[in-house]
């Protein structure tokens, strides 16, 4: 990709679980790697136990990969610099209750990210560039917003917030890792579309991470779908949706609730049980459930199989 | 710097707050009272607490609004100059081992690993100690028992409580998104503790603090009472060492034996009350909510 | 509708708070037929987990059942004594909630909290208890051996299915849901809605499902209610409400899911907030965040009426429908 701002390349993480008799290694995310542009959003996408929220905190630097690694900008990203530029591919977290520190008022986080990142701005005019970012995400009246406390300010408000925050620093990539999950319905819109305007206006890429595959599609550019740690596909939006090849993504597809069409029949009996991530073993980990396994699937990783220039699958049963 | 201009807004919250709970108020007024008595005893106290040279044994009357002791002492005059001895090691032993537990408790939570491992046996191995016998060993051993002494032993056998207590807090605080996402957008390890880790904690440091001071005031009046306290000096503790010595209460002069305990539990419903008034101080999510001027999006 | 099993009269629940009392849930009534699926559809604080509570009889302070009448075959439960209310509890109206993590206790077995709600309701023999559990785990497709299972060894689709499969033990009439499967995954969430409508025909239990999601249970419902700050204001068979929605509200709740198949177009959601229960506006609740209200709309509140089987809570369509008829 020509105007790659972030190049990941086989990023693993494990994690060791268990006591003393059950030692095992959680493959939490495993030889990932993708792209992305600047100016689109990417949506990541998977279930309990994709790795979807490891690949988020490995690149924020909330804790380091356990091989692969990550190029930033044309930075490549070792430990140590990952530790000197926290806050340049900052993160919007999930839960709107829990990402706000209760006791300090609104405007504290992201005057003190202003301060930590954006030396240029003369400490007079920090609040004055404040009320401007949350203005740009909708909040207004920007200096009353500022100076109130977390729990004055609705769900779908502290989310809005979040994303201002991380608009401080003004990076070129923003980390949102599943920022409509925990907001009633009506009111994610509202975000998607904030998410929209920063893309279109600003010019920043957003690395959207979440479960619901309507709302990926509202946004994203992009979409990459994990299995288990894996990616499973991978492709231009309009062509993960509109012709699905790897077997999880069309059984996402036809799960999923789409209200405003007549229901799918319910292919087969899945229950939707969560992978085996601990000590998976050697091939697919979609294997077990997948109607297409083959004895292959078994013995060996599927690669990456090239659709057409942008869209790719990980699956033996795929034909390019 | 950010930590201290953050716990100074603390007074003028709590000021706001007196208004409205009537709780906490009266805490407040009990604790300003005796703060007052605490400073300036001389104002209030109509006799020479010392002074033996008054009716022994006298009942209540005007000049003597407790009555006398058996040694001829307004026991007036004596509570009101007892009472800096009790708040000052209420308050002296009550910060010192606030300091101690948070350094211990939260360096324990931060940093996990082999150091919380160590510190953690530190504070089980003290908490199990029995503290009262303990206190009695040392001092009976060293004899005399000055004001410092006193409050190095009850620190030393009282800080390991909120050690545990603020670790387990700390623990579960430590990984919420919002200490996260301070981690993310750089902040040090050190503002994170003082500034987004500590503040929330605050009504839980104030309640060991006050924890603490109670404890204080209740061993040091035992310890006192028990004869191994300075037995000269002015205290609540040494009046109930004198007043039992003397059979106070079968001579008839109970008000002697009961003065002093009632002002002991006066400074510790204080001090409990008081505990009310910082829950909400420190948690905003208790305060009311002013309504915003304009509304906007959801 | 040939006899409902549940009646609900205008029932209202109010919370005890410091600025007074507020009004959850408004005047709400509906009839529920033997058999049929309806759900209850509404955003954060709109009533409807209030509402499932009061109807289970399952309030506590500073909740409060303020008013109405709930006729469960005849029978008006807010007037009976808790010992009368236990009979019929679980024989005739069971409950799944919302988190299994929360309802399961993490300390017993699955199996001995199926055998505890057993010997709560019934008389029933060891042996019987013990091959009732069998049968609800396979109705639910959970192997047996997960008798001697602890909870926290289960997936979460697996404890919310183990929780249907309690609720189905003394074969109910009614099955009430709050809100079952918003911590499932899509694939596991769509699995249990199946099983859900499977077990419905076999058994013929009625369902009332509570979600802040209608795509969930856009096809399963038989009709759909949609709650705004305590009221009903619009409720009708399934399909209706989803494609023709009448009140405001619903359209633009309808408009707030983006398509996965369907066509791709630009969303917006539904400006402003819901208003302060404890000192609700003057006339229709949505009024402040109506795009058509009028003067009428914010001095009156609107009654919810009916259109044949389409009732709807809004002067504007009351207008319109008294000039087409």
Redesign the interface.
Known sequence: MPDAILKVQDLTRLFRVGGFRTRGQLHAIDEVSFEVASGEIVALVGESGSGKSTIARVL???YPATSGSFVFEGKAMGRREVRAS??DM??V???PF???????RVGH?LL??LK??RPDIKRADRFAEAVALVEKV????GE?VLR?????L?G??RQ?LGFA?ALA?RPSLILADEPVSMLDVS?RL?LLNVMKELRDNEGVSILYITHDLASARYVADRMIVLYAGRIAEEGLTTEVIGSPQHPYTRLLMSSAPDPHLAPTAFEGDDLGEPPKVINPGPGCRFAPRCPLAMDQCVVTTPPMVALSATHHAACYAVKP | MRALR?LLHVPGRVFRFMRRDKNAATGAIILFVLLVLTAFPTWFTPHDPAAEIYTPGAAVSWSHLLGTTSFGQDVFSQVIAGTRQSVMIALIVGFFCTVISVIVGISAAYMGGIVDDGLSLLTDVVLVIPTFPLIIVIVGYLKSAGFWLMVFVLVFTGWSYGARQLRVQALSLRN???L????????SSWYVIT??LI??M?SLIVANFLGAALYAVLASAGLQFVGLGNLNAESWGTMLYWAQNNEALQTGLPLWALAPGVAIAILGSGLALLNYAFDEV????L????A??????? | MSEPILQVRDLRVEYAT?AGPAQAVGGVSFDLAKGEFLAIVGESGCGKSTLLFAVAQLLTYPGRLAGGEVLFDGVDFTTLKPEELRLHRWRDISVVMQSAMNALNPTLTIGAQLTDACKAHTEWSDEKIAQRSAEVLAMVAIDAVHLKSYPLQLSGGMRQRAMIAMALLLEPKLVIMDEPTSALDVVAQRSLMHQVETLRHQLGFAVIFVTHDMSVVSHYSDRLAVMYAGEIVELGPTRQVFDRPEHPYSQGLMEAFPSLLGESKQLT?????PPSLVDPPEGCLFAPRCAYANDECRSVRPELIAYGNHQVRCHLVARTRKNDA
Do not use: W
Not at chain 1, 138 to 141: A, S
């Open positions: 924020a630097g909330l926290r806050g900052p993160m977290f999930q839960d829990g990402s706000i520190n209760p006791v300090l986080a003190r990210s930590l990142h909708g909040l207004t009246p009353e109130r406390y977390p729990h004055e609705s779908g408000q809005r925050q620093s009111i509202g | 953050v919420r998104d919002y996260l996402a301070a981690k993310a957008r750089g902040e500034v987004e503040p929330p605050t420190a948690n905003p999510a305060r009311p909510v002013r915003m001027k304009k509304r906007r999006v959801a | 410091p959601g539904i400006a402003g907030n």
